[in-house]
């Protein structure tokens, strides 16, 4: 009986080093690879590899678009848009948008149609970090690297990286390999109505497209473009 408690001891204690050690590394791991990526680009994001799969078993045709640009040769037009549709106060929020957290709890406590309230900061580390998910514990790993992100990189950084990795249609991925494929010009010349419908997709991008529009994607683009003369520029 004493060997088997002293078993069971050294069992214990096993597992708790395994698990300190576990969480050691990822730690460690996610802090190197953040500050890794505040100067490189990710050769892939993990919904790149899990669309791929989705792809070879499914009708979609296999594709996988991505062309990188610097912030710099992506026309500001592109940066007003998705700030006017899918995070109005980037600017000044720490990677949480509280109010919009709460307005959108309110808004599902009443029973409508079901609202979130992720920053771009948010949807950078889902995008670049995480895997496609609605669970507590991938939320919980998204609001860490949302707040080692907004430390590490910046607000700059942040833009770049979600303009450049964001899904825009089956296998596209960033605004240069979206504009090429939908518009057939670089990311620098996209006009103020060509940003804006490109914005207009981002909630289901592989259902929605910029240029074969329905009404709804035509009104959420008319909207975005009313707001991008009413939001403020993003200064970094």
Excluded at 83 to 92: G, K, T, W
């Amino acid at each position: 009986m004493k060997f088997k408690r002293h078993l069971r001891g050294l069992t214990k204690k096993k597992i708790k080093r395994l698990i300190l050690i576990l969480i050691i590394l990822f730690f460690a791991g996610s802090l190197l690879t953040t500050v890794f990526y505040r100067f490189v680009r990710p050769p892939f994001t993990p919904l790149m590899i899990i669309r791929l799969p989705q792809q070879l078993f499914s009708s979609d045709k296999v594709r996988l678009k991505k062309d990188w640009e610097s912030l710099e040769d992506i026309t500001p037009n592109m940066v007003l848009a998705v700030v006017a549709a899918e995070d109005q106060n980037f600017s000044h929020h720490n990677g949480f948008d509280y109010e919009a957290m709460k307005r959108a709890y309110q808004s599902n406590k009443k029973g409508r149609k079901i609202k979130g309230a992720s920053t771009i900061s948010q949807q950078t580390a889902k995008n670049v970090f995480c895997w496609p998910g609605r669970s507590y514990f991938r939320k919980g790993v998204e609001a860490y690297f949302t707040f080692l992100i907004e430390k590490i990189w910046g607000k700059r950084r942040i833009m770049e990286m979600y303009l450049n990795v964001v899904e825009f249609g089956n296998g596209i991925y960033g605004v240069e390999a979206a504009s090429q494929f939908y518009f057939h010009k670089h990311a620098r010349n996209l006009s103020v109505q060509e940003a804006a419908s490109l914005a207009a997709i981002l909630p289901n991008p592989r259902k929605w497209s910029p240029v074969k529009q329905g009404p709804y994607i035509k009104r959420r683009t008319a909207w975005i473009v009313r707001n991008m003369y009413n939001v403020e520029r993003v200064r970094y």
